[in-house]
Structures are given as structure tokens and as C-alpha cells.
């Protein structure tokens, strides 16, 4: 669904992936708009990780087309990093710098890439840091943190980036229970402050909440895509029926 | 005991010329081997190639071979270190620092660096790939990735394979005796020669031991000490 007239923010078309045999990305076309949060869910192994780390080339495509902003993805260099600077990533095993304390952690990109000084890159460090609330912890070292903590803190270290999209790859996979919740609100205060947002996530909740569309991918292909509440009331393939039977049952 | 206290003005500028001929080879192969591992991680294949090459060649030949070649081949196709004349006097004597020992500088640098980059590699090689993921993932290019977020860790899991690196190196520089360099084993050496009596040549050598053994003492506890910083913050 093209539910916008502005060009889409990101932008895929005919993507496709191969690892050896295995046809990991089938001819994905999506379109993503300012402002738009979509929600990638599918059984395992159905490429939706894949896709998401793709759109910032931590995952090289064979065929096809990624532009971000209009512009198309470059090849490894300059220009690449100059691009993933303004593409936010929150990763499944939080990914903190294990060397640097919490606020270096934020800090890092603004100074070294934004070239911001270290006084304005550490106000506004705090500043994120207050608002997904570990602002008292801008001492610590990641190891001295809950996971949820963790990765309260890889969001604002995006966030700190000031990015126009920003993309989660099961950012809640590796979380006990009740961690789920507290990076889960962020997520949502996120996406109700208008931020783009591309987020691989088995939470249903989330999806229904927060999300204006909810792609379904199975087998390396997008099988299904809808509104949140149309796809989980009335899902029309197959695939997502036998999907939504087997994880909505319990 | 008498020919190590008639001696030991010798003995004392013999070792004082191996720390200096470690202290600067040692910065020089970290610098050097940094360099190596950067290229040998790096994303041009010429480079990996290139250093990977290095590693192999030089690792595998021996460090007799290499200082030799420094010190006799090496001026015949215009190599030499005529230039270096740096004389250091002291209270005990002078410390040369001259042809010889710029050449067995270079040749200990050239060859140390091979292992520092092993070294670093498996240090490299521990950093979780999510680490430098999530360093190009806000924007670093690749000499950012590795010098802000992969080599600092690196280095912390590499330290004790270093340190063995360097505490070999500490050791291989009595190998420049060979090609005349004045240092601690050119001086026991000469000692020796003069030293008539099996009994009192076992003085000197017992001395030289010492030293050696406080030297790798003092290298193995700095580098523990380093481990336990370090470990906080990992």
C-alpha cells in the first residue's frame, strides 16, 4: 500500500539475497514513509533480520535497490559511513562499546563523526540518557548494566546521531520479561514523537500499539503486509493464518 | 666475585645498552605491528595479502639471519646506517649507538613486528563482530571502527600474548652480540674471554641471569598489572 504522495524514506526494490543456495531475500519491493513505523514479524529464518540490517549494508544484497532519502546505498567507504551515520541501529545483543562507560558509548559518533565538541555531545548525551532513564548510570561500564539498561542506553547512543530512520533488529530478544517492558516504552515514546522506525520484533503488542504496518515474511519473501489491526484479525495468506495460530494460542 | 666487581662498570653499560636497544625496538615493532594487523583486517585485498605475506616470511626466518643480513648483506646493496652516530657518555663509559646498532634495531623491529601483529590479530579475533558492527552502524569509517572500538579491545585480550612478544624480544636482543653490537651479552662475552677458571666464569654468567630474570620480572608484572586495570572495564 502507497499511502503517501512525499517519496518514500527508504526505499527497496527487487532486492534479493543468496547465501550459497539458500535464497535468504526474495525479490523484496518495500516502501517506507516519513514518520511511518513498520513492524517486521515471521517465523525464524524468514530473512526479516536480513532485511533490516541490509538497509544500512551491514548486510550486502545481489540484486536490487536500496535508497535512503533518495539516495541509493554506496558501495564500502566514505560514502557509506557517511550514510549510516543518519540511519540509527539497535541491535538484538545490544552491542556497546564493552570499553567505553555509558556516556562515551553516546558520545562516540557525535564527536568522531558529527564532529560535535565534547561539551555539546555530552549535554545532549545526558539529555537522551534522562529521557530513556538511565541518566544516572552515564558512569557506569556496559557490564555494569541490566540488559534493559543495556539497551536503553544502544538506543539513545542512535538517537545521539540525530538519524532520520531508525531500524531495530529484535531489540527485545535477548530481555527477561519484565526488561521487555521498559524498552518497549521507549520504543513507543519513539515512534509517537514521529520518528521513522523499521522494527523486527516477535512482540505482538508492540506491533498493535505502535506500528502503522505490519509487513509478514516467511521463506526470505514478504508474504502479507497490512495494517496492524486488519493483519491480526484478518490475516489472508496461509502462512501468516498458521503463524498467528501457532504464536497467539499461549 | 672479584672479576664481576672489577668489571662491573662493563657489565652495567652492557646493560644498559640492551634496555635501550629494547625499549626502541619494542616501540618500534608495536607501531610497526599495529600497522600490520590494520592492514591485514583491513578491507583491500592487496593489503591483507601484503602483510599476511610479511607475517610469513619474516616470521619464519630466523633472527641470526635477519640481523646478518643487516650488518654484513644489506650495505652491499646500500643499506647502512652510517648516519646513526649517537654516542651517549656516562660515568662508566660510553654507549654506542652507531652502525651496528641501528642495523640490529631495524632487524629486531622488522622481525618482533610479525609476532606483535599475530598477537593483536588474536586479539582481534576476540572482539565480538557486534562490537565493530554497531561502530560502522553510527558512521565510522573503517580507520575509526578499528581505532576507537576494535584495537582498544583487542589490545586488552592480546596482552598477554604481547607480552610474551616482548619479553622474547627482551631476550633476542642478546642476538645483536652476534653482530658486534656492544650490549649485555657482547660484554659477557668478552668477560669471559678474559675470566681464566671454570669456577669464576660461573660469576658472571650467574649475574647476567639476574639481571635478565629482574628485566622479565619487571615486564610480566607490568603487564599484570595492565590485565587488572583493564579487566574493570571489560
Same mark, same amino acid.
Not at chain 1, 170 to 175: C, D, G, H, I, K
Given at each position: 500500500m502507497q499511502e503517501t504522495t512525499d517519496a518514500p524514506l527508504v526505499r527497496l526494490s527487487g532486492v534479493q539475497k543468496w547465501y550459497g543456495e539458500l535464497h535468504?531475500?526474495?525479490d523484496i519491493d518495500l516502501s517506507i514513509a516519513r514518520g511511518e513505523v513498520v513492524v517486521v514479524i515471521g517465523p525464524?529464518?524468514?530473512?526479516k533480520s536480513t532485511l533490516c540490517r541490509a538497509i544500512n549494508r551491514l548486510e550486502t544484497i545481489d540484486e536490487g535497490e536500496i535508497s535512503i532519502d533518495g539516495q541509493p546505498l554506496p558501495q564500502e567507504g566514505k560514502a557509506l559511513a557517511r550514510l549510516r551515520a543518519d540511519v540509527g541501529m539497535v541491535f538484538q545483543s545490544f552491542?556497546?562499546?564493552?570499553?567505553?562507560t555509558v556516556l562515551e558509548n553516546v558520545t562516540l559518533g557525535p564527536t568522531?563523526?558529527?564532529?560535535? /565538541?565534547k561539551a555539546d555531545a555530552q549535554a545532549r548525551a545526558k539529555e537522551l540518557l534522562d529521557r530513556v532513564g538511565v541518566?544516572? +548510570? !552515564?558512569?557506569?561500564?556496559? !557490564? +555494569?548494566?541490566s540488559g534493559g539498561q543495556q539497551q536503553r542506553v544502544a538506543i539513545a547512543r542512535a538517537l545521539a546521531m540525530e538519524p532520520k530512520v531508525m531500524l531495530f533488529d529484535?531489540?527485545?530478544? !535477548?530481555?527477561?520479561p519484565e526488561m521487555i517492558k521498559e524498552v518497549l516504552d521507549v520504543m513507543v515514546d519513539l515512534a509517537e514523537r514521529g520518528m521513522t522506525m523499521v522494527v523486527v520484533t516477535h512482540e505482538m503488542g508492540f506491533a498493535r500499539t505502535a506500528a502503522n504496518r505490519v509487513v509478514f515474511m516467511a521463506d526470505g519473501a514478504v508474504v502479507e503486509e497490512a495494517d496492524p489491526e486488519t493483519f491480526f484479525t484478518?490475516?489472508? /495468506?496461509d502462512r501468516a493464518k498458521d503463524f498467528l495460530g501457532k504464536i497467539l494460542k499461549h | 666475585m672479584d672479576v664481576v666487581v672489577d668489571n662491573y662498570q662493563f657489565i652495567g653499560i652492557g646493560f644498559a645498552a640492551t634496555v635501550l636497544l629494547f625499549l626502541i625496538s619494542g616501540i618500534g615493532a608495536l607501531l610497526l605491528g599495529t600497522l600490520l594487523v590494520a592492514m591485514r583486517v583491513g578491507p583491500i585485498a592487496v593489503m591483507r595479502r601484503a602483510a599476511a605475506t610479511y607475517v610469513t616470511l619474516v616470521r619464519n626466518t630466523p633472527l641470526l639471519l635477519i640481523l646478518v643480513f643487516f650488518s654484513l648483506a644489506a650495505p652491499k646493496i646500500g643499506?647502512?646506517?652510517?648516519?646513526v652516530k649517537i654516542v651517549i657518555s656516562t660515568g662508566w663509559g660510553d654507549i654506542r649507538m652507531t652502525n651496528a646498532f641501528a642495523g640490529a634495531t631495524v632487524g629486531l623491529i622488522l622481525y618482533t613486528a610479525s609476532f606483535v601483529c599475530e598477537s593483536l590479530r588474536s586479539g582481534v579475533n576476540a572482539v565480538p563482530v557486534g562490537q565493530a558492527e554497531a561502530a560502522r552502524a553510527i558512521g565510522l569509517p573503517f580507520g575509526g571502527v578499528l581505532s576507537n572500538v576494535v584495537l582498544p579491545q583487542a589490545l586488552r585480550a592480546a596482552l598477554p600474548p604481547l607480552a610474551s612478544t616482548l619479553i622474547a624480544l627482551l631476550k633476542n636482543t642478546t642476538v645483536a652480540a652476534s653482530v658486534l653490537v656492544l650490549e649485555s651479552a657482547y660484554a659477557l662475552k668478552q668477560i669471559l674471554d678474559k675470566t681464566p677458571g671454570t669456577v669464576e666464569k660461573l660469576w658472571p654468567i650467574g649475574v647476567f641471569i639476574l639481571v635478565f630474570v629482574i628485566l622479565v620480572e619487571l615486564l610480566s608484572f607490568a603487564s599484570g598489572r595492565l590485565e587488572r586495570r583493564w579487566r574493570v572495564a571489560r
Open positions: 535468504v531475500l526474495r525464524s529464518g524468514a530473512g552491542n556497546l562499546f564493552a570499553h567505553k568522531k563523526v558529527r564532529k560535535q /565538541s541518566g544516572h +548510570q !552515564a558512569a557506569k561500564y556496559p !557490564a +555494569q548494566l529484535e531489540p527485545t530478544s !535477548a530481555l527477561d484478518n490475516p489472508q /495468506s | 643499506i647502512n646506517f652510517q648516519f
